[in-house]
């Protein structure tokens, strides 16, 4: 018994220490949407702290704009457990702490306990700002200009 329990502690130690250490975002939300894990890589891209959002809602990271739109698709999620974006990589917009506003890319999903009932959403992401700015401005560039109302009189 004891070999089981020193190998869940050490496989414990190593899920606690690849979520912390990953580069990339890991955010778990409990059903209610307040934030139960936050990674090193989301203090980086988001500039809060994990003592600083731990146990505090999403609001935190989604624009207001967004935010009813965000809270009925959560809430469907979580009460259907089915999640529209399943497979997929989602581009979003999201908020720094500093105010500034950012582009993530964002996977999701549902985590459930050991008798399948949904305990919370799982996003996984990075950054994608410079690169979605530059993809803009890129297609901006190339674009044919359309004459304006004014010209078209």
Same mark, same amino acid.
């Given at each position: 018994m004891q070999a089981t329990a020193a190998?869940?502690?050490t496989d414990s130690d190593l899920y606690r220490a690849l979520v912390d250490q990953a /580069?990339? *975002?890991?955010i778990f939300a409990d059903r209610n949407g307040a934030i139960r894990v936050w990674n090193h890589g989301a203090e980086t891209v988001f500039g809060h702290s994990a003592a600083e959002v731990l146990g505090e809602s #999403?609001?935190?990271i989604i624009p207001e %704009?967004? %935010?009813k739109a965000?809270?009925?698709g959560f809430h469907k999620? *979580?009460?259907s457990g089915q999640t529209k974006y399943r497979n997929q990589v989602l581009t979003t917009r999201s908020v720094h702490k500093d105010g500034s506003k #950012?582009?993530?890319e964002l996977s999701f999903g549902l985590v459930r306990d050991g008798s399948g009932a949904i305990v919370g959403s799982l996003a996984v992401g990075r950054d994608c700002t410079a690169r979605h700015l530059k993809a803009v401005a890129q297609f901006s560039a190339?674009? /044919?200009v359309r004459p304006s109302e004014e010209a078209l009189k």
């Open positions: 190998c869940a502690d /580069p990339d *975002v890991i #999403l609001d935190v %704009r967004l %935010r965000h809270w009925d999620a *979580v009460n #950012l582009y993530v190339t674009a /044919p």
